[in-house]
C-alpha cells in the first residue's frame, strides 16, 4: 500500500497554514457588535479540518485552480462550522463543551450563536463567488451549486431534522444509514466534489471521486459513533456518551462495537478501491486521509 | 407623474401568481421529519413579497433574463424568510405572532425552527446556480455574490447584531442609519441590485438604480418604524408597539413621528430622483413600488 510511503502529516500542515491564514483574512473581526469575534471564536483554532484538506486533495488530483480549491476549502469549513454553533444551541443538543472550549452560546450568548452561524453560513458562499480575483464564472456556480445542495434540506440540515425525529426511536440500518448520507455524509462528499470541481475532471475520475466522498463520508460517522463510546471527553474534545445519554440511535448501538468497527474498515476498502477506479496519477493524499479518518482516535 | 397611470394592483398580481408558484415547486414538502413542512410554513401564504417585486422590477426595466430573474426573487424572499424565522425565535425576539399566524417556533418547535431557517438559506442559494437550465454561469455567480453579501455579516446579519447591542442604548442618527442600511437596507437593495444583474445595464443605469434601492431601503425601515406606532396588530399581522416596547431606538423615537414622516417623504423623492438619472425607457413598476413602499398602511 502506497499511503505508508507519503507523509500525510507533512502534507496536511503545509495546507492547513493555508487555510488557517485564509480563514483568519476572510472572517472579519471588526462586524457590529461582537458577530465577527463569534464568528472568528466558532472557526478559528481548533478541529481536525478534514473538510479543507478534502477539497485540497482532490483539487490537486485533478490539478484544479489552486485559489478556487482554497476558497472552496474554507467555504465548507464555514458551513460545517456553522452547523455546529447551532447544533450545541439549547434547543438542539444543548453541548456546552466544544473543541475543548465553552461552545458559541456559552461564550457570547445565544442570540449571538445563532446569528453567527448565519452569517458564517452567508460567509461561505460570499467566498465562492469572488469578484476580480480570476476564477471562472463556471468554478464559481458550480461551487455554490455544490455546497447549497450539500448544505440544505436535502443534505446537511435534512440529516439534522430527520436526526432531531429520531432520538428515542429505534431506526433500521438503512434508515440509520440515510440519515448520516445526509447530515455529515452529503458535506464529505461534496468537499471532495468540489475539490474536483475547481479542476476539469473526465467522468472516469469524477465517478470514481464522487464513490471515494461517499464511502468516505459514512466511514468517517461510522467512526464517530464508535468514538463516542470507546474515547473520553478530554481526547474528544466534545462531550463523549452523549449519543448513548441521549438515546440516540447509532451504528454502534445498531450493530454492536465489534461488527461497527468491521464496517468501518470495510467502507475504507471501498474508498481505496474507489480511488483506484479514478485513472489519476495521484491520489495518495486522498489515500491517507482516509486511512486517517477510520483510524483516528478523536 | 407617470405613476398614477399605472397599474402597480395588475403588475403585482401576475408577478406573484409566478413567484408564488415557483416558490411552492421549489419549496420541498417531502423533507425528513417536519423540516419540509416548516420551511413551506415560514414562505408561503404570507407576506408582501416586496423583494421579489423590487428584482423582477428592475429585471424588467433593464431587460434582464425572466428565469435568472424568478430564481433570484424566491432566492432573496427565502433569505427574508429565514431570518424572520430566526428573529422570532426566544433567544432573539420572542415573538408568538407573524403575518397573522403562530410564528415558525411556535408551530413546529425551536429546533425546527432553527433548522428550517438554516435550509431556506441554503436553498436560496441553490435556487440561483442550478445546473442545466441556461442562465449564464456569469450570472449565476453574480447573484450569488449580491445575495451572500447581502445576507451576511456586512449586510443582514451585521444589521441584526447591531440591533441586539442597542436594545435599552440610544443611538445617534447616523448610528440608527447604519444599523438599518444592514439590517433591512441591504438586502432591500441587494433585489434591486440582483434584478439589474438578470440584464446587462450600463454604467448610469446601474448607479441609478443603486441609489434608487438604497433609499428604498430605508424609506421602508423609516416607514416600518412610524407604522410600530401608529398602526395596530391585527392590520400589521405582527405585534405592534413591540420596538417601543423592548426600548428599542427608532426613527420616531429619534425624530419624532411628525419629522420621521416627512424623512419618508425626503426619501421617496430620492428614490424618485435616482430613477430619473438610469435613462431606461420604463421605469414605471419601480416608481409605483416606491410610493407603495411610502404609503402602505402594513
Known sequence: ??????????????????????????????????????????????????????????????????????????????????????????????????????????????????????????????????????????????????????????GMAGGQAIDLAAVGKSLTESELRQMHRLKTGALLQASVMMGVACGEAGAQASAGLANYGRAMGLAFQVVDDILDVTADSATLGKTAGKDAAQEKPTYVSLLGLPRARAYAVELLEQALDALATTGLPDTRALLALAEMVVHRDN
Open 1 to 154: 500500500m502506497l499511503a505508508v510511503t507519503f507523509d500525510l502529516k507533512g502534507w496536511s500542515t503545509e495546507r492547513l497554514e493555508r487555510v488557517e491564514e485564509a480563514l483568519s483574512s476572510w472572517i472579519p473581526a471588526d462586524t457590529p457588535a461582537s458577530l465577527g469575534l463569534a464568528m472568528r471564536y466558532a472557526v478559528l483554532d481548533g478541529g481536525k479540518r478534514l473538510r479543507p484538506l478534502l477539497v485540497l486533495g482532490a483539487s490537486e488530483a485533478v490539478g484544479g485552480n489552486a485559489d478556487a480549491a482554497l476558497r472552496a476549502a474554507c467555504a465548507v469549513e464555514l458551513i460545517h462550522a456553522y452547523s455546529l454553533v447551532h447544533d450545541d444551541m439549547p434547543c438542539m443538543d444543548n453541548d456546552v463543551l466544544r473543541r475543548g472550549k465553552p461552545t458559541v452560546h456559552v461564550a457570547y450568548g445565544e442570540a449571538t450563536a445563532l446569528l453567527a452561524g448565519d452569517a458564517l453560513q452567508a460567509l461561505a458562499f460570499e467566498l465562492l463567488a469572488p469578484e476580480g480575483v480570476g476564477i471562472p464564472d463556471r468554478t464559481q456556480a458550480t461551487l455554490c451549486r455544490l455546497l447549497a445542495m450539500a448544505a440544505g434540506h436535502a
